[in-house]
């Protein structure tokens, strides 16, 4: 056991860094983020270390108040589509009736574009800002994640040990909490992963189309679109929170591969 | 303590592998397999016995240079072909193992690829036979028809030749069997044991095989070593009974015949497959009386299994009508009831996958108590130690998880699980194959005390003959789906009607 944890803390703490980091950030800045300290696109130095954007505001203080937001609707996102997926593609498994219908009611949402799904909600619910992006990327998010739990799920839902508990006489929710998702683990965990990389795709897109945070409000997307026409002047304005959305993504998505089980409870081993 | 062969009469043959000292050692200290040693030559046998648990498995895939998750050399070295398994380098190890070395493990189920069909597992690792050669070779029938199939669609039996034929394919130097006979028919079990003979014979390969079968051991192997478990591993409860009694020493039945408690009339079962199926089951009949033991045998592929999960409903019959007490009961598992499920329960041939690998064994053996019986979590300790217990296992074992367990003790929980509901019926499907004579007989007679005590009704699948003559009452032979002939157990093996079941009662085995 101590030597799994010595190999797995590695790959979990920058993303537990960076995740402190993005969740403290607005009571760590040194400036206030809506004031000017510096002139518009200022290069760095003179108590901005990464320079002024588009207003002359501090680009640091605002890197750093700008990700809690992003942070938090991209986990929300990414726990909730997973579990959700998890309980419906396993009861698709376990129910085949069920699974037809969920199967072919994902293939039909799986053909929607993100771009488009977004736009939607946002055009329909006008005041929604934040929740109706994070409603929309649930949606959105949800096909593709049920069609690979219940891919995951028909090999377990297939095995011994749950036929052994359906004829022991377990209800269909025992079944699938108790008995097959435990099997699961790697898979989950994995997709909880990629589902957050995409979260965090998909919010940040929704900042850049403004649909979700409004200026002047700090936030990595909308600073992405706000610097993008001084990019020369002062390049740390753009690089740094898309340094920031990349980084969150890949640590996480490192920390979700180590804490997934490699090997052990397995009924057959290999050979 | 050491191991060494019995039989070490130093031949001229070609030395293929050889273990010197060796011992496996688990992350916590516990031995798994004391220091032991052996040399394999070609065209001899070398069988390995001993009771579950005693790393018969764990000594056999150490030729592969694998050990168990979470294991670790305690000592020795294993040497094949002159290369120590344990210290080449990886590239090495995998050619040996690819072009040297063939493994044939305890579940055929888990080993071959459902998705590919038999001719392509036959033929895939390059060999200069035909797939219906390697399938004459184990007695499989070679048409084209059964190269067709997919694993799937394979009985028990069938299987574990076709992963026998496989690992022939390849002309191995060694190979290596894991229960090479559990689970076959005495007729089928004296073809592979000759098969195994002539060509040991033949291509001069050395054989490694673990076997429960005291007959085999004695008619196949040159050399064999005995492995012991570590102490205090079978609680005095389950003292294995010195002799078998004698089937005239025992009341052939103890249940006074009243009314059925299970009925079952014109049970059909056809697997659909691209239209028109063949009839798995067709027109069972089948009574069992409350408190009495019923066996259910035939040659490999049968429909034995198949009977045992539509009668559980785990595989929906097409015809037909199971009657629990009088009452119909519907064919699917989940039109059941919870306590219809907990009247009748299924011990599956599978050890391997009949338990979930992120339980641990007390928290699977406590689940039926919980929900069947709705025992107070304070008294559940008790009782799983208690139910452990009357299957041979120790305590400590609650806390463990199933791949820390052999095949055997694996066997055991499922027993106990099975058990922790109080079942009336209770069916047994091939459960003491997987075990040691010794665990075996105290096995069934548990059962029996059972039967006498709770008046549990029980229905044995087995291809131990002796088994099915000491313990049960009515015996029905099923041949291609069909009931060919039931009746008093004693009356059948005195007087075999049917054309098949004397073929079954004729081989050798049977006869012992």
Not at chain 2, 192 to 204: G, K, Q
């Amino acid at each position: 056991m101590k030597a799994s944890t010595r190999s797995v803390l590695p790959r979990v703490i920058p993303a537990a860094l960076l995740v402190t980091l993005a969740l403290a950030g607005p009571w760590l800045i040194p400036h206030a983020v809506d004031k000017p300290v510096t002139m518009p696109f200022g290069e760095p130095g003179h108590g901005a270390p990464l320079g002024g954007d588009q207003l002359g505001r501090d680009v640091l203080s605002r890197l750093l108040a700008g990700g809690r937001e992003l942070v938090l609707s991209a986990l929300l996102i990414a726990v909730v589509v997973t579990a959700v997926a998890a309980v419906v593609g396993t009861i698709g498994a376990l129910r085949p009736v069920v699974g037809r219908v969920v199967e072919r009611a994902a293939d039909m949402l799986i053909l929607l574009p993100a771009v488009l799904g977004v736009m939607l909600v946002a055009l329909s619910w006008p005041g929604g800002g934040r929740l109706a992006v994070i409603v929309a990327a649930v949606a959105l998010g949800l096909p593709y994640a049920v069609r690979l739990t219940a891919g995951a799920a028909a090999p377990v839902a297939a095995s011994g040990y749950v036929e052994a508990a359906a004829a022991g006489g377990e209800r269909l929710w025992f079944l699938v909490v108790r008995e097959v998702l435990p099997n699961l683990r790697a898979t989950l965990l994995a997709l909880l992963g990629l589902r957050f990389v995409e979260a965090v795709y998909v919010v940040s897109m929704a900042g850049f189309l403004q649909v979700g945070p409004q200026p002047p409000a700090a936030d990595w997307a909308l600073m992405i679109r706000e610097n993008s026409s001084g990019i020369l002047l002062n390049p740390w304005a753009v690089i740094a929170p898309s340094a920031a959305v990349g980084l969150l993504a890949l640590s996480v998505n490192l920390a979700a591969a180590a804490l997934a089980p490699q090997t052990g409870r397995k009924a057959a081993t290999l050979l | 303590m050491r191991h060494t062969p019995v039989n070490t009469n130093a031949d001229r043959e070609e030395l293929v592998a050889a273990a010197s000292g060796f011992g496996v050692r688990a992350r916590d200290g516990r031995q798994l397999l004391e220091e032991t040693s052996l040399s394999l030559r070609g065209g001899r046998l070398f069988a390995i016995t001993g009771p579950s648990g005693a790393g018969k498995t764990t000594l056999l895939r150490a030729f592969l240079g694998h050990l168990p998750h979470g294991t670790a050399r305690s000592a020795g070295t294993v040497r094949v072909l002159g290369h120590d398994m344990f210290q080449v380098d990886d590239d090495s190890r995998r050619t040996i193992r690819r072009s040297d070395i063939a493994y044939v493990g305890q579940d055929p189920v888990s080993s071959l690829n459902p998705r590919l069909r038999v001719r392509t597992l036959l033929t895939e690792l390059g060999s200069d036979s035909t797939a219906a050669e390697l399938l004459a070779a184990v007695r499989l029938p070679s048409d084209q028809g059964f190269a067709a199939r997919r694993p799937g669609q394979l009985s028990g039996g069938q299987l574990r030749r076709v992963a026998l034929a496989r690992a022939l394919s390849k002309r191995p130097r060694l190979l290596l069997l894991d229960e090479p006979t559990a689970g076959l028919d005495p007729a089928l079990r004296e073809e592979i044991v000759e098969l195994l003979c002539r060509l040991t014979r033949e291509h001069r390969f050395a054989v490694a095989f673990s076997s429960h079968d005291r007959d085999v051991v004695e008619r196949l192997a040159d050399d064999a070593v005995h492995l012991t478990a570590d102490g205090g591993r079978r609680p005095s409860t389950l003292r294995p009974v010195a002799h078998r009694p004698a089937p005239a020493t025992e009341p052939p039945s103890i249940a006074t015949p009243g009314a059925p408690v299970l009925d079952v009339r014109d049970l059909g079962v056809t697997f659909a497959r691209r239209g028109a199926g063949r009839p798995a089951l067709a027109g069972i009949h089948l009574s069992v009386a409350k408190g009495s033991a019923a066996a259910v045998v035939g040659a490999s592929g049968c429909g034995k299994t198949t009977l045992a999960r539509t009668l559980v409903g785990l595989c929906k019959s097409q015809s037909g009508t199971v009657r629990l007490d009088g009452t119909v009961l519907p064919a699917t598992i989940r039109r059941r009831s919870r306590e219809q499920r907990r009247r009748i329960q299924l011990i599956t041939q599978d050890p391997l996958g009949a338990l979930n690998p992120s339980r641990t064994i007390g928290s699977s053996v406590a689940r039926p108590l919980r929900i069947h019986h709705g025992t107070p979590s304070g008294a559940i300790g008790a009782l799983v130690d208690e139910l452990l217990h009357l299957v041979g296992l120790p305590e400590s074992f609650t806390g463990r998880y199933p791949h820390e367990l052999s095949g055997g003790q694996r066997q055991r929980v499922a027993i106990a699980r099975a058990l922790a509901a109080e079942p009336d019926i209770l069916i047994c499907d091939e459960i003491t194959s997987a075990l040691d004579p010794d665990t075996g007989d105290a096995v069934m007679g548990l059962l029996h005390r059972l039967r006498q005590d709770r008046r549990m009704t029980l229905i044995v699948i087995s291809h131990d003959l002796a088994l099915v003559r000491e313990r049960t009452d009515t015996i029905t032979v099923l041949a291609d789906g069909r009931a060919v002939e039931s009746g008093a157990t004693a009356d059948v093996f005195a007087a075999p009607r049917h054309a098949a079941t004397r073929e079954l009662l004729s081989s050798r085995l049977a006869a012992t």
